[in-house]
């Protein structure tokens, strides 16, 4: 077969080991993973109840998700054309690269950040132009001066994956009174619950100011629904009419349609999760100040961590003792990336990490 060229630069997406192999391999009992940013608590028992009471299966689902979106266009009180549904967010950020991105175009984001805008951009013949970080934090004025008549798409990922810092309102209504509205800004807030900063953006009210702005919001970290794949996108009217032209027919699928529905009434169960998230990670801040490590303050559920090791090494000794974390972030070699599991898991955590020392 003759593939396109363009796949020798790509790798399929690695999930990490299988958890029984890796209890095999190191003769262990238990495994906390605590490598993909998941609700340690769970799923909301009311949405568990709500998938037991299906009982239709074999015809196809709703394509338009009507219930979902008339609940979500009701919640923020967006009228309901501004929404696109995906097998994920992930989904949502193929469709915007199909109908912007090509080999004449380019997209810009700050380095490192979510892996998928790289991964789509190369698959529709295009690039992603990376800025790097700036403390920590996303270089807004970085991005800008990045800005030429190739540019068709910027990222902000708001709090930024992996380094849950976040751009501020202030910082995000001047960038975008500059940024040409012929460039559409996706603002990815797969964490935006956790936020808790005053500072934070409200950016479903700058979609009346700026129309060339796209949310992307999730089930699969707050409302612990990783499992289902369900996301969403907010934008105008317009844009949304070119990305239906770009998704797959049927993608999101009925149960997770009828998942996500019962989730956002459950709101006292996302509201517990976000509050446990911010004790234990209270708790995983005074512990690291002992052990004298730094980290970099997270507005979301997961924290970056600077082991003083090449973050792969940290990486073997943890999972030896039964832990998974990420490693290998572009341009931050001595970090791993930790989710914030429950209290009990990241006291265990703490403990293995004392150990690789
Ligand atoms: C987890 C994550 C997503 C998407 O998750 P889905 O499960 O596909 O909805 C998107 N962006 C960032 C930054 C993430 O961390």
Redesign the pocket.
């Known amino acids: 077969m003759e593939y396109r060229k363009i796949l020798e630069n790509l790798s399929p997406y690695k999930p990490g080991k299988n958890l029984e192999e890796i209890k095999k391999e190191y003769g262990l009992d238990e495994i906390v993973k605590l490598a993909s940013?998941e609700n340690p608590y769970g799923t909301s028992p009311k949405v568990l109840k709500s998938l037991s009471e299906i009982d239709i299966l074999e015809t196809y689902p709703d394509n338009y998700c009507t219930k979902l979106r008339k609940k979500l266009s009701k919640k923020y009180d967006i009228p309901e054309d501004y929404f696109i549904f995906?097998n994920?967010?992930?989904?949502i950020?193929q469709m915007i690269s199909r109908i912007l991105l090509d080999s004449s175009s380019e997209a810009i984001t700050c380095v490192p950040?979510?892996s998928?805008y790289w991964s789509e951009a190369i698959l529709q013949d295009s690039q992603i132009i990376e800025v790097p970080l700036k403390n920590y934090k996303f270089d807004l004025n970085g991005i800008l001066e990045k800005i030429n008549d190739r540019t068709k798409l910027i990222y902000i990922?708001n709090p930024n994956?992996p380094t849950g810092t976040i751009v501020t309102d202030i910082e995000l209504n001047n960038f975008l009174a500059k940024v040409p509205n012929n460039i559409l800004v996706v603002l990815?807030e797969?964490?935006f619950e956790f936020v808790k900063n005053s500072e934070y953006p409200n950016s479903i009210r700058l979609l009346k100011k700026f129309s060339n702005i796209c949310i992307?919001r999730?089930?699969?970290?707050a409302y612990g629904l990783?499992g289902l794949?369900?996301?969403y996108g907010i934008t105008s009217p317009e844009t949304i009419l070119e990305l239906e032209k770009a998704r797959v027919p049927f993608n999101a699928s009925f149960i997770s349609q009828i998942a996500a529905q019962t989730a956002i009434d459950d709101t006292d169960f996302v509201d517990n999760c976000i509050k446990r998230n911010k004790e234990v990670l209270e708790y995983l801040y005074n512990e690291l100040d002992v052990l004298g490590l730094f980290y970099i303050k997270s507005e979301a559920n997961f924290i970056m961590i600077d082991v003083k090791m090449p973050s792969e090494i940290a990486f073997e000794k943890l999972l030896k003792q039964g832990f998974i974390v990420r490693p290998s972030f572009p341009k931050m070699d001595t970090f791993i990336r930790v989710s914030i599991g429950t209290m009990d898991q990241i006291k265990k955590f703490i403990n293995a990490l004392k150990n690789i020392y």
């Open positions: 940013n995906g994920g967010s992930v989904e950020i950040s979510f998928s990922t994956n990815d797969a964490y992307l999730t089930f699969s970290k990783a794949r369900i996301g």
